[in-house]
T-cell receptor, first 115, second 113 residues
Framework: ETGVTQTPRHLVMGMTNKKSLKCEQH?????MYWYKQSAKKPLELMFV???????ENNSVPSRFSPECPNSSHLFLHLHTLQPEDSALYLC??????????????FGPGTRLTVL | AQSVSQHNHHVILSEAASLELGCNYS??????LFWYVQYPGQHLQLLLK??????LVKGIKGFEAEFIKSKFSFNLRKPSVQWSDTAEYFC???????????FGSGTRLSIRP
């Protein structure tokens, strides 16, 4: 049982589509994250939100647009993606205390296929 | 640059064999260390963590890891693996000087029944 939920679990989209991924955490955490997991590659951190403020953007292309309306919800808006963007997109949350980033709790991911 | 290295990309063992997965991190001051596991079709979950204190950390399902500061290592061990341990294992580190967790590339563990 995970305290982080993601929808949809699977998404197939064309390169001209616009879609959004949703993440919700029920753990009372103050930080949320988006990761990209591709086959045979390290987990790639995309965005970090700390207290609803974006604190990290790891050179992610602008066709990925995050939104964090509150500390429990995180969205990833997708627009004009490329086939190489096909991957598992993971959301995570954690409780950040002064000077310490604690363990992250992950959602099940959204398997994205771009045609 | 801060980084985490996992030396083995794919490890294949028979049931009851002993396991050790390597993890090294680059120097960067005070660290917190983690091992995560991803079972087939399931989400990433925490196996164990080290923040401070006893460098030998025990986790769930009989796993343990030892923090060796002089070697910048945090290897994962299990004395006797089971078929159900088949999964991908990720080492991760947070540095007190940085605002993010850094993951290794993962080690896929396959257990022959």
């Amino acid at each position: 049982e995970t305290g982080v939920t993601q929808t949809p679990r699977h998404l197939v989209m064309g390169m001209t589509n616009k879609k959004s991924l949703k993440c919700e955490q029920h753990l009372g955490h103050n930080a949320m994250y988006w990761y990209k997991q591709s086959a045979k590659k390290p987990l790639e951190l995309m965005f970090v939100y700390n207290f609803k403020e974006q604190t990290e953007n790891n050179s992610v292309p602008s066709r990925f647009s995050p939104e964090c309306p509150n500390s429990s919800h995180l969205f990833l808006h997708l627009h004009t993606l490329q086939p190489e963007d096909s991957a598992l997109y993971l959301c995570a949350s954690s409780q950040v205390t002064t000077g310490a980033y604690n363990e992250q709790f992950f959602g099940p991911g959204t398997r994205l296929t771009v045609l | 640059a801060q980084s985490v290295s996992q030396h083995n990309h794919h490890v294949i063992l028979s049931e009851a064999a002993s396991l050790e997965l390597g993890c090294n991190y680059s120097y960067g001051g005070t660290v917190n260390l983690f091992w995560y596991v991803q079972y087939p079709g399931q989400h990433l979950q925490l196996l164990l963590k080290y923040f401070s204190g006893d460098p030998l950390v025990k986790g769930i399902k009989g796993f343990e890891a030892e923090f060796i500061k002089s070697k910048f290592s945090f290897n994962l061990r299990k004395p006797s693996v089971q078929w159900s341990d088949t999964a991908e294992y990720f080492c991760a580190v947070t540095y007190s000087s940085a605002s993010k967790i850094i993951f290794g590339s993962g080690t896929r563990l396959s257990i022959r029944p």
